[in-house]
């Protein structure tokens, strides 16, 4: 399997522009970090820990965070079961029966819209203009902070709502998985030789183990076959 992200050529990181990258732990966060650090920038990964069900996706944005060599990873902790209204911050069962049409109870309120603003404050603070996020408009759950006009909306919203976007900087908010299928995302892994293992994707994990049956379980699986990959 090829190891891009150690290649020799590879510019050392205090020599690259900062970029802030959401790392979640899942498949699509790891995809993007790969492809921001292939794009010649230096990565500050930030990990929400919101006391979410499937926590153990924090373990796995460890690994992939010693694994990519990021230049420095913050796991933030949000406790945002405090607020409920999701699946995965209140004791509501996680749906098992397929992948729907409607917004699903796995949807978390407004969460990337809180989790890019927060990860747009700590650009502003270290001096970058790049944010790195892993949404997907095409195998999604139908979350509408996944959709380009999200991205687009806050892009705009940043360059009103810093010091760098009001004195005229350009904040610019990547989102390079917006239209990739899910296989797609898994050949993706592939030639930037990170192992889809490293990832966790389960929204409700079984003694350590994925479920199998989520929304995230069902798409993942479904791109990683398509990809040539078991799962």
């Given at each position: 399997?090829?190891?891009?992200?150690?290649?020799?050529?590879?510019?050392?990181?205090?020599?690259?522009?900062?970029?802030?990258?959401?790392?979640?732990?899942?498949?699509?966060?790891?995809?993007?970090?790969?492809?921001?650090?292939?794009?010649?920038?230096?990565?500050?990964?930030?990990?929400?820990?919101?006391?979410?069900r499937h926590r153990i996706e924090l373990d796995a944005a460890r690994v992939i965070c010693e694994r990519i060599g990021v230049a420095?990873?913050?796991?933030?902790?949000?406790?945002l079961r405090q607020f409920g209204g999701s699946a995965l911050t209140a004791e509501i069962d996680v749906p098992k029966d397929g992948v729907g049409t409607d917004i699903p109870v796995?949807?978390?309120?407004?969460?990337?819209?809180?989790?890019?603003?927060?990860?747009?404050?700590?650009?502003?603070?270290?001096?970058?203009?790049?944010?790195?996020?892993?949404?997907?408009?095409?195998?999604?759950?139908?979350?509408?902070d996944c959709r380009p006009e999200f991205i687009d909306g806050f892009q705009s919203l940043a360059r009103v709502a810093t010091k760098f976007g009001t004195e005229g900087g350009n904040v610019r908010i990547h989102a390079p998985l917006q239209h990739l299928s899910k296989a797609d995302i898994a050949r993706e892994s592939f030639r930037l030789g990170l192992d889809p293992a490293m990832s966790?994707?389960?929204?409700?994990?079984?003694?350590g183990q994925p479920c199998g049956s989520c929304d995230s379980c069902r798409l993942r699986e479904a791109g990683l076959a398509e990809a040539g990959r078991v799962p």
């Amino acid at each position: 399997m090829p190891d891009l992200l150690e290649t020799p050529d590879l510019p050392d990181k205090s020599d690259l522009p900062l970029a802030v990258i959401l790392l979640s732990g899942g498949l699509d966060s790891m995809v993007c970090a790969g492809l921001a650090r292939e794009q010649g920038f230096a990565l500050l990964a930030l990990t929400i820990d919101y006391n979410q069900r499937h926590r153990i996706e924090l373990d796995a944005a460890r690994v992939i965070c010693e694994r990519i060599g990021v230049a420095r990873h913050v796991v933030l902790p949000m406790d945002l079961r405090q607020f409920g209204g999701s699946a995965l911050t209140a004791e509501i069962d996680v749906p098992k029966d397929g992948v729907g049409t409607d917004i699903p109870v796995t949807y978390v309120p407004a969460r990337n819209l809180v989790f890019l603003s927060l990860a747009l404050a700590w650009a502003e603070a270290a001096g970058s203009k790049d944010i790195f996020i892993g949404v997907n408009a095409l195998d999604y759950s139908g979350y509408p902070d996944c959709r380009p006009e999200f991205i687009d909306g806050f892009q705009s919203l940043a360059r009103v709502a810093t010091k760098f976007g009001t004195e005229g900087g350009n904040v610019r908010i990547h989102a390079p998985l917006q239209h990739l299928s899910k296989a797609d995302i898994a050949r993706e892994s592939f030639r930037l030789g990170l192992d889809p293992a490293m990832s966790w994707s389960c929204y409700d994990p079984q003694g350590g183990q994925p479920c199998g049956s989520c929304d995230s379980c069902r798409l993942r699986e479904a791109g990683l076959a398509e990809a040539g990959r078991v799962p």
